[in-house]
């Protein structure tokens, strides 16, 4: 999946959208079916019409239906792929009716192939490099979709024992002169945090933590939003605690802002790479507005 990082043009206010209830029902409704949505029919149970159910339930969760269906069924081959004793079971387990069609979408659904998936994602080929920037030492990841991981710290070797227990099967490769540029781009981004990213994205994640993740990707540079603000936004009101578990999971910083989330009395609380650093990071961005 990629995610569009770069500046958008309209940016969440922070209310709740008048329309969450109705959309939380219709997600629901896609995770309890084992059919893809039909548009016109979930439409019709929010009582809106089909462009603006489709353009609401976007803004909301960050996907289309048609996305969040595609993404809900990833999950389930995911899981299924854990414990289920053959891939022909996980397919037909996770919903899909024909091995054809699951191999068709499975490199999109899950990265790689079904078994290298089931092997942990043995061979798969990491590329990645640590520069610097004005906030310490960085850490670059790339898979063939994307990037997949960037790190921030202080200990240039703790960034790369922590890529090699992200990515245990995966055979991490120094990046060459021509990664350097990625390399680059992201520290013009961290450094610059207004300008965006306009590198695609390799996003591991549920559909939970990727409706989380676009709506952090709504809060400008140099702002904050709590998480119980979050949760309002992406129409589950009640999940709280798993937004911060989709912040705390998050391994691209700064592309996915994980870092402007902040508890409800404005607190800063913990970041996967350092609370010191979040405030860092914070304090610079607000110094660049």
């Known amino acids: 999946m990629k995610l ?17 209830t109705a959309v939380a029902a219709a997600c629901r409704g896609i995770e309890a079916s084992d059919e893809l949505p039909n548009l016109d029919r979930l439409a019709k149970a929010a009582g809106m019409s089909r462009f ?28 299924e792929l854990g414990k289920s004793r053959t891939v022909t079971e996980a397919i037909y387990q996770a919903g899909f009716n024909s091995n054809g069609r699951f191999y068709a979408k499975s490199a999109q659904m899950l990265g790689m192939t079904p078994k290298r998936f ?22 670059v990841a790339s898979s063939v979709r994307g990037v997949c991981a960037i790190s921030l710290g202080d200990d240039p070797d703790a960034l790369v ?3 090699q227990d992200r990515f245990p099967k995966a055979q991490l490769v120094p990046g060459d002169r021509d990664f350097e540029r ?3 781009q992201v520290v013009g981004m961290v450094e610059s945090p207004g300008t965006g990213l306009s ?12 409706r989380v993740w676009a709506a952090l990707c709504n809060i400008p540079a140099g702002s904050t939003a709590s998480y119980t603000e979050i949760a309002r936004r992406i129409g589950a009101p009640t999940a709280v605690r798993a937004v911060a578990g989709a912040c705390a999971a998050n391994a691209i910083a700064v592309a996915i802002p994980c870092h402007r989330v902040v508890r409800s009395d404005g607190s800063i609380s913990g ?8 405030k860092a990071l914070l304090k610079w961005e607000k110094s660049q507005r």
């Open 161 to 163: 024992r922590d890529l």
């Open 199 to 210: 590198l695609p994205l390799d996003i591991r994640g549920t559909v939970f933590q990727r």
């Open 271 to 278: 970041y996967r790479w350092g609370v010191e650093l979040k």
């Open 118 to 139: 089931r092997d942990g994602g043995l061979g798969e080929e990491i590329r990645f490099a640590v520069g610097e920037c004005d906030l310490g030492s960085i850490l």
């Open 52 to 79: 603006h159910f489709h353009r609401v339930f976007k803004k909301i969760t960050g996907l289309t239906p048609k996305a969040y269906a595609a993404g809900h069924r990833a999950d389930k081959a995911r899981r």
């Open 182 to 184: 990625v390399v680059a």
């Open 4 to 20: 569009d990082v770069t500046k958008s043009k309209e940016r969440s206010k922070g209310a709740t959208h008048p329309h969450t």
